[in-house]
């Protein structure tokens, strides 16, 4: 792969505060409330420390729509040299996104990436994106310390309270959880240089088709599943129907109990007794 040439963070641009219909379940996207999760923020943060630990440039990548270059404008001000947008459908799969990504990240001696996206939290974007680069992979890490250039060692949890130190050598692709770094503040100078910041588009054909593999056949509000009833024992129409709709059966009629808590407590314990729902 030659020899590494700078530090990536590939960053997503996802809804931070998703609304979702009660009815329908349809989730519906607003770009104000988009922006970069606390554990990209990590991933960028553990970018920029890298970067300086090893003298490397640090370049900064999304995919998504024309509206994802938003997150490389916020990234921008904290001093990334290269800002990269490779066009792709909001809801590509992960496998697509990472080849999408993969051309473009050739010769990084480690790309940063937060462990999961606050939309579907699959965490699988870093994985396919290690395969199709054909590099080490390190995922879901608490900490990293850098040693000399090419070389960290990093820890991750395991099961039980236990933790997992890793020897993690370039090219190497990382996830590290929200809470592994907190993104230091943009300096004045590069919040304002961070709008004429030039952002590199991705040609069509490195961003490539896929296939769906889910078919949406139609979306209808929530119906619970009906439940298995005994049908009426008489034979004739009329006395179904009156079976059915209850018209001639003996009901207690509703009723209001003021009482003080012991007594409505005693009611109520009384009232589940009767109708069988307590023994």
């Known amino acids: 792969m030659g020899v590494p040439r700078y530090i990536a963070a590939a960053l997503k641009w996802v809804d931070l505060r998703p609304e979702v219909d009660p009815l329908a379940g349809t989730v519906r996207h607003d770009t ?73 990240l050739a010769g990084a001696a480690v790309v940063c990436c937060g462990d999961y996206s606050a939309d579907r939290g699959s965490g699988s974007v870093p994985a396919f994106l290690a395969h199709h680069l054909q590099a080490a992979q390190a995922l879901g890490l608490t900490s990293l310390a850098p040693e000399h250039p090419g070389s960290l060692v990093a ?77 009426p024992r008489d034979q004739l129409p009329r006395a179904r129907l009156l079976a059915l709709t209850g018209a001639l059966s003996e009901r207690m009629p509703p009723r209001v109990v003021r009482a003080a808590p012991e007594q409505a407590a005693d009611q109520l314990i009384g009232y589940l007794t009767d109708n069988g729902y307590l023994g």
């Open 32 to 104: 104000r409330t988009s922006g970069l999760s606390l554990a990209d923020a990590a991933a960028l943060e553990w970018a920029l420390r890298l970067g300086e630990s090893w003298q490397l440039p640090v370049a900064a990548i999304t995919a998504g729509p024309p509206e994802a270059r938003a997150v490389l404008r916020d990234a921008a001000g904290f001093g990334p040299t290269r800002l990269v947008h490779v066009a792709a459908d909001r809801d590509a799969p992960s496998d697509a996104i990472a080849r999408a990504l993969a051309p473009l």
């Open 155 to 231: 820890q991750r949890r395991l099961d039980g309270g236990r933790r997992e130190r890793l020897q993690v050598s370039a090219p190497a692709v990382i996830s590290v959880e929200p809470g592994a770094a907190q993104l230091r503040r943009a300096p004045l100078s590069g919040l304002l240089a961070a709008g004429r910041a030039a952002v590199e588009t991705a040609a069509a054909d490195q961003a490539p088709e896929y296939g769906s593999r889910v078919h949406l056949l139609r979306t209808t509000s929530y119906r619970p599943r009906p439940k298995v009833l005994a049908p």
